[in-house]
C-alpha cells in the first residue's frame, strides 16, 4: 500500500531540545517537502527537495534542518533555536502531473514543546 | 511573491445549503490552482486542480470551481452540503514547477 508515513503521531518534547520528525514514503517521488500548519496561518513550507542530496529552504527555514540522504526518507530536524516549535508537521511528496507538480501529503505529527 | 487570499475563515451551514468558497491570488501570469481539504483526523488530500482549458473544473465529492482569470479568483462551490462535508478547505496555487503557495484555510462546520 503506497504511500507516505510519519512518525510519530504526537511528540513531546522539553525546550532546549532538538527533535527529529519522520517522514517516509514508497510513492518513488522524487521531491519531498516539509511543512508546518498553524490555526489560522495555513501551510507554510519549511524546506523541500527535489533529488537526493540536494534541498532548498521554504518560506520559513529559520530553527529547522533537513537532510536527504535517500530517496524515499525526508526527516526534519527542530532545533531549540526555533522560537515557535509547538505546531502540526505536515511532509509531502510530489510527482509531475501535466505543467506541475502534484503533491499527496502524509498523516502529520503534532510537536508539543514545553 | 504570490499569495493567496481566503476570505473566509470560518462558514457554518446547514446541510443541503450551497457552499461558495472564495479564494483569491496575487499573481498575474500563467497559474495553476488547486483545493485541498482536510477532515478530521485525515491527510491533507487533493479535492480539484486547474491547470488549463474549461475553467470549470469538476473534483470529488460533487465539488466544482471556477476559473475567472480577469478576477484572480478560483472559487469552490458545492450545490448541496452534507455534514460529512465538514473539514477544513485550503486553495493553493503555483506558477510552473515551483512550490505551492497555501491560503490560511477556510473551516467549514456544517449542522445536521
Known amino acids: ?114 | 511573491a504570490q499569495s493567496v487570499s481566503q476570505h473566509n475563515h470560518h462558514v457554518i451551514l446547514s446541510e443541503a445549503a450551497s457552499l461558495e468558497l472564495g479564494c483569491n491570488y496575487s499573481y498575474g501570469g500563467t497559474v495553476n490552482l488547486f483545493w485541498y481539504v482536510q477532515y478530521p483526523g485525515q491527510h491533507l488530500q487533493l479535492l480539484l486542480k486547474y491547470f488549463s482549458g474549461d475553467p470549470l473544473v469538476k473534483g470529488i465529492k460533487g465539488f466544482e470551481a471556477e476559473f475567472i482569470k480577469s478576477k484572480f479568483s478560483f472559487n469552490l462551490r458545492k450545490p448541496s452540503v452534507q455534514w460529512s462535508d465538514t473539514a477544513e478547505y485550503f486553495c493553493a496555487v503555483n506558477e510552473g514547477y515551483s512550490t505551492l503557495t497555501f491560503g490560511k484555510g477556510t473551516m467549514l462546520l456544517v449542522s445536521p
Open chain 1, 1 to 114: 500500500d503506497g504511500g507516505i508515513t510519519q512518525s510519530p503521531k504526537y511528540l513531546f518534547r522539553k525546550e532546549g531540545q532538538n527533535v527529529t520528525l519522520s517522514c517516509e514514503q514508497n510513492l518513488n517521488h522524487d521531491a519531498m517537502y516539509w511543512y508546518r500548519q498553524d490555526p489560522g496561518q495555513g501551510l507554510r513550507l519549511i524546506y523541500y527537495s527535489q533529488i537526493v542530496n540536494d534541498f532548498q529552504k521554504g518560506d520559513i527555514a529559520e530553527g529547522y534542518s533537513v537532510s536527504r540522504e535517500k530517496k524515499e526518507s525526508f526527516p526534519l530536524t527542530v532545533t531549540s533555536a526555533q522560537k515557535n516549535p509547538t505546531a502540526f508537521y505536515l511532509c509531502a511528496s510530489s510527482i509531475e502531473a501535466g505543467p506541475t507538480y502534484e503533491q499527496y501529503f502524509g498523516p502529520g505529527t503534532r510537536l508539543t514543546v514545553t
